[in-house]
């Protein structure tokens, strides 16, 4: 079945999240002094055996919508070598990652499958994302350049992508949490423009209901709403 442009954009959204698939947990506690991070503390902290899952609202903007998209449902890694995003609201659908291959499902249609070669963010995303769950510095480094900011109370880890063809649409992506915690990943799109966040976990729930786009960039970045 061919791919269509919907498939493809639905792909694409998988940089923001899927590589993060389940990496929130419970928060460490800091203390009042916390030292400066590095990226492998921060993979040491956020990697997580399978299965796990964790829900999460997508932001999404547009020129052509009065208001953000705001997408919610659950992220699961049923086993090491599986992602699955699942839409609840607005919509229904389910996107799964293995062996190669993307999945979509949609209620009333046949599932539509294609290689993640077809779109150059997912392959990626293939080869990194057990390095991200496993802490695995090295191996991560293979498909970005890293960087880590902050503290281990409220830390930064900046993937900037190192190929040409990813690096054309995403210029980075921001992954923002507290000890073990991941609160948020923003996908900044090359050329600039608003940042599609994810607020996954704690963050996810704190933001139901919170409509402001400055409230959302709070709980983002572990901040309280206003």
Do not use: N
């Not at 399978?50 to 997408?71: D, I, N, Y």
């Not at 991560?140 to 281990?152: F, I, M, Q, T, W």
């Not at 704690?202 to 409230?215: E, L, S």
């Amino acid at each position: 079945m061919a791919m269509t442009q919907r498939d493809i954009r639905t792909a694409r959204y998988w940089t923001t999240g899927a590589a993060t698939l389940l990496l929130a947990g419970t928060a460490l506690c800091a203390a009042a002094a916390e030292p400066a991070v590095d990226t492998g503390w921060i993979l040491s902290r956020i990697a997580r055996p399978a299965p796990a899952s964790t829900p999460f609202l997508e932001v999404r903007g547009s020129k052509l919508l009065k208001a953000p998209l705001r997408l919610t449902g659950e992220y699961r890694r049923p086993d090491a070598d599986t992602l699955v995003r699942e839409v609840r609201a607005p919509y229904a659908e389910t996107t799964t990652l293995r062996a190669g291959e993307a999945v979509i499902e949609r209620a009333g249609q046949s599932p539509r499958r294609f290689p993640l070669a077809r779109v150059p963010e997912l392959a990626g995303l293939q080869a990194s994302f057990g390095a991200l769950l496993a802490g695995d510095t090295a191996a991560l480094e293979r498909h970005y350049v890293l960087g880590a900011d902050g503290s281990r109370e409220r830390w930064t880890l900046t993937l900037t992508p190192k190929d040409p063809a990813v690096a054309k649409r995403v210029s980075a992506i921001v992954l923002s949490g507290g000890g073990a915690q991941l609160r948020c990943i923003e996908t900044r799109p090359a050329g600039g423009g608003d940042a599609q966040r994810t607020l996954m976990s704690d963050a996810a729930t704190q933001a139901a209901g919170v409509t402001d786009a400055a409230a959302l960039a709070a709980l983002c970045h572990g901040e309280p709403a206003r």
